[in-house]
């Protein structure tokens, strides 16, 4: 497990085929055409609970597929301290390793004829194993997944295996191969000191390091409790198969270690800022502070409003989109959020079943040339104090309410995803779409501009800058003199022209003492 | 052959890295490739055919072959080839325009790149759309909407719901054929390109990605990437007229194919598109994409990384460009699964048994011309880079010499089956899928053309494709590690 967007790597693609070759190998059913398939059950949504576990499950009679998603509410706020990285690796083991009956390659060799993948994606608070697979192969595949859930082998050479991969992981893919993972990771440990969500959920370079096999068994027999599981099932399955599945976790412990208590995050004075500096070609920015509300707060949904407004993740709707790329050339994407968000640059929906306590304020700037780094992290707070200082338009306002209405049926378009969402709904208690459906067309300009003056601010925020220019921009911020736009291209209008005199001079409250330069070899080492 | 981008264990970080998000999936680390081993030159892409077409409409009802639904089809008098594929989404639709353009076809030096950026520029508006107007409709209609690039195609698409469709045909018909951008609002755009280059820059692999096609192709334009060569991207600025003349040649209906797909009325889209699009004109003769020689001796290329990183090796082996009619190809699929799957032999002795190597993959991309099968593997120390170089070739070797056995080569079969099948999961995906067999081909029915040939593949083929291809004058390696 190593957070949901280096798990949710894109998973094969292959394809091929001819029915008539073996007659050994059962073709497929046709996918929901619109007409095939067995049917059982009803289209719906149940949830429930057996043995102290709860259930969610989602019948798609039509559907051919089946997805599987067992949750536990378990994660890395549960490390221990000087064992970062404990409850990825535990997830790793058990998900990427054997269990009693097979070995490690014996489970990928009886996987192999499903064509499906169990994957692990982790948080701070959340470890939910699940795969998809075809109907006719469902049995199979819940024997697999049932089997590293309850009777992970912990072998010796699985847990030297994950553990090096983690390791490598956090000492060479994230410190070298990605600067806006390297700086969304960095801006984490920023909002959270001292708390328990600081760390990256794979872990630290030190925490892994010392966390031996006895650590990993520990952490399962107290953490892997059905008081804090879920388990999903969604699609076209068979009768009865949803509730013998959920059944065969009975053997869990009921309870488990108690969630951790979380304190509330310590605001900073003014701005900080932790520059990292590496190799690179151009400055990934992220910025944010934690919030104090969650999807189970009415509040959360005028908020939603005004980050979409602001800066919806992978579309040109975007107040920061159109203003720092469209207009201004500066980089290739921009974005606003109201939960965690850390998942594939590309990917474009949010992945269900990361659910957190709290949650955080944050705006994502893709990387910026160097020499206006500055002037786009200036324009980013630009754009936000006119969002807090004038409210959200009329007409922005109407159209982001219009578009979320229909664009939040897109975020649970297969089974897989439709379950996630059932899954969520249950913990936050609120349906993310449901609520939305609900509450949009209710909603007002002035409930937006509430909730945008109660809960974003400026006075405190953690800006976090992936950059090989580190003393030049230190010296920049703290000297907080204007940082003019450089363009190399033509024609820019007048009235963008003028608006960049403001933003060169926008105030940042920033002070020598909270400046930082951090080598990139030396994050997450503790 | 994999229609899609390559794909990566998830052990890879950063593994899919250059599919572009916002404007482009562009600078797709894929494969391109060339006539190598097939010993004779990649066909020369054919010159447009602008002839009109006489109007041709057929239906085709087939299930429970690989792509199993009900598919409506029509060519229009100026060319234009839609389908509508019936799926079952409730009130949902995906309208994708299918462009068989893509870095490809960017023949002329200093234009790497070129399809992508101009991929970009279809966002920038018409004189009764602008830009702000056209994502003001797609807002309004709360659709999921963007636009990727790769080495044979450009796609454009739309998720929404169905009462939205004779919105999007108007919108999408409308810049199709009446785009029209500013200059500056181009040097603009030509900026937030560079900014996806330098996105990916931290990533060795589209440095990797650079170096294997440039050293492994001579004279087709798969030499470069689809975000295409620094240098290219950083002129781009001054590429204005350039960029008329790429929308005047490419932007044409007989090179484009529209697929409609999920709960749509078949009649009512004809009407919609025969009302939009029926004014589009065919265009000039295209350029013709020059062939790539065969490769002679092997090729090598030893890179360097300032930072953290994991030593990574990635090979290729030219292999044919896409057919629904040499059985090569699905034998090289078969062969991609048994040597690189992760139940196979060698991922037990490198990833599980002896723990030199964190991931490694290997597949065939599908591409209109001769392109490359890749191999990519992260390995754990510097050091063993020669051994698992090593160990791979020996163990296609050893497929070329034992071939594989007929219970194999069955269970691979099912597996690429299903796989297949869980791609179909939703009228997007569909679409998507469908996009890819379009763009190789221009006929949706291609599909179920290359599928049946799965059923002829012998393990005979097997054991010939591995010992044809795979061969060490047919190959590009390429090793990256952090500098010491």
């Excluded at chain 2, 447009?48 to 009900?70: C, D, I, Y």
């Excluded at chain 2, 509508?84 to 353009?101: E, F, I, K, Q």
């Excluded at chain 2, 991207?233 to 490419?250: G, K, L, N, T, V």
């Amino acid at each position: 497990m190593r957070g949901a967007k280096t798990i949710l790597v894109v998973t094969a693609l292959a394809w091929g085929a001819g029915a008539a070759r073996a007659e050994t190998v059962n073709a497929p059913a046709a996918p929901a055409a619109g007409k095939a398939g067995p049917a059982p059950g009803k289209a719906g949504k149940t949830t429930g609970k057996v043995k102290g576990m709860r259930t969610v499950f989602v019948p798609s009679p039509m559907s051919p597929l089946v997805a599987l998603r067992v949750f536990f509410h378990v994660g890395s706020a549960d490390d221990p301290a000087g064992k970062e990285g404990l409850a990825a690796l535990t997830s790793d083991v058990m998900g990427q390793g054997g269990t009693r009956k097979r070995t490690y390659a014996e489970v990928l060799d009886a996987l192999y004829p499903l064509a499906a993948k169990i994957q692990v994606i982790g948080d701070v608070e959340s470890i939910v194993f699940e795969g998809t697979v075809h109907r006719d192969n469902v049995a199979a595949f819940a024997d697999l997944l049932a089997e590293q859930i309850l009777e992970p082998r912990f072998a010796d050479e699985d847990f030297t295996r994950q553990r090096q991969n983690a390791l490598d992981y956090v000492t060479k893919s994230l410190r070298g191969n990605d600067d806006e993972e390297l700086g969304k990771h960095a801006l984490r440990d920023m909002l959270y000191p001292g708390h328990p969500y600081a760390h990256p959920t794979p872990g630290t370079a030190g925490g892994l390091g010392a966390i031996t096999l006895d650590d990993v068994k520990k952490f399962y027999a107290a953490h892997f409790s059905r008081d804090r599981m879920i388990v999903g099932v969604a699609g076209g399955y068979p009768e009865g198969f949803a509730e013998a599945f959920a059944a065969r976790f009975a053997t869990l412990p009921a309870t488990g270690a108690p969630m951790p208590k979380l304190p509330k995050p310590k605001a900073h004075q003014g701005a900080d800022v932790l520059i990292v500096e590496k190799e690179a070609r151009a400055d990934a920015i992220s910025l944010g502070y934690p919030l104090s509300i969650t999807r189970a707060d009415p509040d959360f949904y005028p908020l939603t409003v005004a980050r979409s407004y602001l800066g919806e993740h992978r579309t040109f709707n975007g107040v920061l989109m159109n203003r720092l790329r469209g207009d201004r050339g500066l980089n290739y994407g921009d974005y606003a959020y109201v939960e965690n968000f850390i998942q594939d640059g590309w990917s474009t929906f949010p992945h269900p079943n990361v659910p957190r306590r709290q949650q955080h304020f944050e705006i994502w700037l893709r990387p910026v040339p160097p020499a206006n780094a500055l002037f786009a992290l200036r324009g980013a707070v630009h754009y936000t104090r006119q969002l807090i200082e004038k409210g959200i338009p009329e007409e922005g306002f109407e159209s982001t309410r219009r578009f979320l209405l229909n664009y939040a049926d897109l975020w649970t378009q297969d089974v897989s995803r439709r379950l996630g969402y059932a899954i969520d709904a249950v913990i936050y208690g609120k349906d993310l779409v449901a609520e939305l459906k609900a509450r949009l067309p209710k909603m007002t300009k002035a409930d937006v501009d509430r909730a945008v003056k109660k809960h974003l601010q400026l006075d405190h925020f953690s800006v976090a800058i992936v950059s090989d220019k580190a003393a030049d921009l230190k010296a920049q911020l703290i000297e907080g003199k204007p940082t003019p736009i450089t363009y190399d291209t033509a024609g820019t209008p007048a009235a963008i022209l003028e608006e960049d005199k403001l933003i060169e001079k926008e105030a940042l409250p920033i002070s020598a003492q909270n400046v930082r330069v951090v080598p990139a070899a030396q994050m997450f080492e503790k | 052959m994999r229609p899609f981008l390559n794909v990566l264990s998830p052990g890879a970080a950063l593994a899919c890295l250059l599919a572009l998000p916002a404007g482009a999936r562009a600078a797709t680390p894929a494969a391109p490739a060339t006539a190598g081993a097939a010993a004779k030159p990649a066909p020369a892409s054919a010159p447009a055919k602008t002839p009109s077409v006489p109007s041709q409409e057929t239906t085709m009802k087939k299930s429970g072959e690989a792509f199993p639904f009900p598919v409506d089809e029509k060519v229009f008098p100026n060319g234009l080839r839609a389908y509508v594929v019936h799926y079952d989404s409730p009130g949902l639709v995906a309208y994708y325009s299918v462009v068989r353009t893509g870095s490809r076809n960017e023949v002329e030096p200093g234009k790497s790149g070129f399809a992508h950026f101009f991929e970009h520029m279809m966002f920038r508006g018409t004189d009764k759309y602008s830009q702000e107007a056209y994502n003001d409709v797609l807002k309004q209609m709360g659709a999921d909407s963007n636009a990727y690039t790769s080495e044979d195609l450009t796609v454009y698409h739309i998720l929404a719901g169905k009462t939205a469709l004779p919105r999007i045909v108007e919108i999408e018909a409308d810049r199709f054929q009446h785009l029209k951008y500013s200059e500056p609002d181009f040097e603009k755009e030509a900026r937030a390109v560079l900014g996806e280059y330098n996105k990916g820059a931290s990533n060795p692999l589209q440095k990797m990605f650079e170096a294997l096609y440039d050293n492994a192709f001579v004279s087709h334009t798969y030499k470069h990437t689809t975000i295409g060569f620094l240098k290219d991207i950083e002129a781009m600025p001054q590429q204005f007229a350039y960029s008329r003349q790429f929308f005047d040649r490419y932007y044409r209906p007989d090179n484009v194919t529209l697929l409609v797909v999920g709960d749509v009325d078949t009649a009512e889209a004809w009407k919609l598109i025969e009302d939009a699009y029926g004014g589009w004109k065919v265009g000039p003769p295209r350029p013709v994409v020059p062939p790539e020689p065969a490769q002679a001796k092997e090729k090598t290329a030893a890179l360097g990384w300032k930072g953290a990183t994991l030593p990574q090796l990635l090979v290729g082996y030219h292999t044919p460009g896409f057919s629904t009619t040499n059985v090569d190809l699905p034998a090289l699929d078969v062969l991609a699964e048994l040597v690189f799957a992760e139940r196979a032999p060698l991922y037990r002795k490198l990833v599980i048994t002896e723990q030199k190597v964190e991931s490694i993959s290997g597949s065939n991309d599908a591409h209109v011309d001769p392109n490359l099968f890749t191999i990519l593997a992260r390995v754990k120390k510097a050091d063993d880079l020669p051994y698992v170089e090593k160990t791979v070739s020996a163990e296609l070797a050893r497929v070329a010499h034992d071939g594989v056995d007929e219970k194999t080569l069955a269970e691979v079969l099912s597996h690429v089956k299903y796989a297949f099948a869980a791609q179909l999961a939703t009228a997007d995906k569909t679409a998507n899928v469908a996009a890819q067999f379009v763009a190789l081909t221009g006929r949706l029915d291609a599909i179920n053309a290359y599928f049946s040939l799965y059923d002829k593949v012998t393990t005979a083929d097997v054991k010939r494709v591995a010992a044809k291809y795979f061969q060490a004058t047919n190959r590009t390696t390429v090793t990256l590690q952090a500098d010491r």
